[in-house]
């Protein structure tokens, strides 16, 4: 596996748009381009476990040295590629410009870490609230950072950046349940999964589709109840940063809506959004409605 830093990767969501305010464009960046090379080491490739848990730890150990060492640029084993110098480098300046906080760094790495120990176990989310707390850790510390960078910290507005932050993800992880699945991981609660008549245990492929498709419809109305609680936040920031949340609002509800117009089968297909949907991302964000109670 190639450990990289990459900022190429396709994204449903826009990372750092001509929207983001310019003053600190390159700290959305740089947390975007840590993020990435976290997740990169989690999911790409085919490292073992072992392999990858002792990458995370490599990037657990620079943040610690950025964040409390003697100021020097952390560096990793011969292993790891020269491209991790200027993500350290990015974001040493961030944090540095910033202040930013560490917590919520170390909080993604720990998701990302739980993603590698369970897939390595088979291990399941059992229910709901346990999904949930996946996300506290995996999306949420992601909208804390941009709450600090735009120098707002009232506990309404975090709670609605939590919801926000937990809808992207929910969504993230329903579109790419076919991808998923043949990672040999499964974010879908082992709960629903009996509710649709499904046995966890069983091997995916033999599951059925149409039973399938209405746990996945399960979880796309959690995600739309999140979504729609933290509808308030762009109108509440305002500002070119309130848009760019409108913009990426916009593009959740509209994969919301094309996995409903597909049936909720994912597994078998996973939502794009392409050049030609910009003109009716612009005029769902410049409408601003919540989404459909329903997900649709």
Same mark, same amino acid.
């Given at each position: 596996?190639?450990? /990289? ?20 464009? @390159? ?57 991790w110098v200027g993500m350290w480098t990015a974001l040493d300046d961030a944090r540095r410009r910033h202040a930013l906080p560490l917590a919520p ?14 897939? @390595?176990? /088979? ?50 992880? &329903? ?37 399938? @498709? ?16 933290? &509808? ?65």
């Amino acid at each position: 596996m190639a450990w /990289g830093s990459r900022i190429d990767h396709y994204e449903n969501f826009p990372v750092a748009s001509v929207l983001c305010p310019p003053r600190w464009r @390159a700290a959305v960046v740089a947390l975007y381009r840590f993020a990435r090379t976290a997740d990169d080491v989690a999911d790409e490739g085919n490292a073992p476990p072992e392999a990858r848990l002792a990458a995370l730890a490599t990037l657990r150990d620079g943040l610690l040295a950025l964040w409390h060492g003697d100021g020097r640029l952390p560096s990793g084993p011969p292993t790891l590629p020269g491209a991790w110098v200027g993500m350290w480098t990015a974001l040493d300046d961030a944090r540095r410009r910033h202040a930013l906080p560490l917590a919520p760094l170390l909080a993604l790495l720990e998701a990302f870490e739980q993603d590698v120990r369970w897939t @390595a176990e /088979g291990r399941r989310y059992r229910d709901a609230a346990e999904l949930l707390a996946y996300c506290e850790r995996s999306a949420n510390p992601v909208g804390r950072l941009l709450l600090h960078l735009a120098g707002v910290g009232d506990t309404t507005a975090q709670r609605e950046s939590d919801a926000w932050c937990t809808a992207l993800q929910l969504i993230n992880l &329903w579109q790419d349940v076919g991808v998923d699945l043949a990672r040999g991981r499964c974010y879908l609660p082992d709960a629903w999964l009996r509710d649709a008549g499904l046995r966890p245990e069983a091997a995916p492929a033999t599951w059925d589709d149409a039973r399938l @498709a209405r746990v996945v419809e399960r979880g796309c109305r959690l995600a739309n109840e999140h979504l729609r609680y933290g &509808w308030r936040l762009p109108r509440r920031i305002g500002g070119r940063f309130g848009w760019e949340l409108r913009l990426v609002g916009a593009g959740a509800a509209t994969v919301l809506a094309r996995i409903a117009a597909w049936g909720y089968r994912t597994r078998q297909r996973r939502p794009r959004l392409h050049p030609w949907d910009t003109a009716g991302l612009l005029w769902r964000a410049w409408r601003w409605q919540p989404p459909a109670v329903s997900g649709g």
